[in-house]
């Protein structure tokens, strides 16, 4: 089973609000991936844990907050967006950072966000 | 820099016809490469990927890319498409020592004809 779950599908949001994204997987990953896609363009990297340890920051603007509160489950903690974070955040999982060879990343549906 | 180059952004193809979809990619180590696709408004679903060995991958839904080390491409392909394989096709390298990222190249979208 290769399934990474996220919620909500989608959301809407004001630009005071405080909302929060899930990511979920149970395949035993020790690294876990959010990214942001904006319409016809590639992902983009924001941030990844390993061991629950958050290992990079692709200079992610701080209304932005992760969260890896265990194995298993990475939070994405939004304040303050702007209409220009509307997009698609995804998230990944893969076994793990350490090893020979780059591992292989399993994305999740992800949650289509909208900032009014 | 790693970088990857999709030359299509847009092929329109016959349903039953053959598909290939280019990737060339600037990489000084040896590349991790891999092939994804995302249908609208969906993640990314792995199709194949490429770490050593055998240049000929097949994946699934009847997909195989070929790497060329000569070349710097890994190009995909499909030798009768279904209207199903309509969707967003990304190639990506990945950098183990770069914390496992990946980059992308731009992406090729692919519109099935009946």
């Known amino acids: 089973d290769t399934e990474v779950t996220q919620t909500p599908k989608h959301l809407v949001m004001g630009m005071t609000n405080k909302k929060s994204l899930k990511c979920e997987q149970h395949m035993g990953h020790r690294a876990m991936y959010w990214y942001k896609q904006k319409a016809k363009k590639p992902p983009e990297l924001m941030f990844v844990?390993?061991?629950?340890?958050?290992?990079i920051n692709e200079s992610v603007p701080s209304r932005f907050s992760p969260e890896c509160p265990n194995s298993s489950l990475l939070n994405l903690h939004l304040h303050a967006l702007q209409p220009e974070d509307s997009a698609l955040y995804l998230c990944?999982?893969?076994?793990?950072?350490?090893?020979?060879?780059?591992?292989?990343?399993?994305f999740g549906p992800g949650t289509r966000l909208t900032v009014l | 820099a790693q970088s990857v180059t999709q030359p299509d952004i847009h092929i329109t193809v016959s349903e039953g016809a053959s598909l290939e979809l280019r990737c060339n990619y600037s990489?000084?180590?040896?590349?991790?490469l891999f092939w994804y696709v995302q249908s609208p408004g969906q993640g990314l679903q792995l199709l194949l990927k490429?770490?050593?060995?055998?240049?000929l991958v097949q994946g699934i839904k009847g997909f195989e890319a070929e790497f060329k080390r000569s070349q710097s491409s890994f190009n995909l392909r499909k030798p009768s498409v279904h209207w199903s394989d309509a969707a967003e096709y990304f190639c990506a390298v990945g950098r183990k020592a770069a914390g496992n990222k990946l980059t992308f190249g731009g992406g090729t979208r692919v519109l099935v004809k009946p």
């Open positions: 990944a999982s893969s076994q793990a950072l350490s090893g020979a060879f780059t591992d292989t990343q399993y």
């Open positions: 990489y000084g180590a040896t590349p991790y």
């Open positions: 490429y770490f050593s060995g055998d240049t």
């Open positions: 844990y390993s061991y629950e340890k958050l290992s």
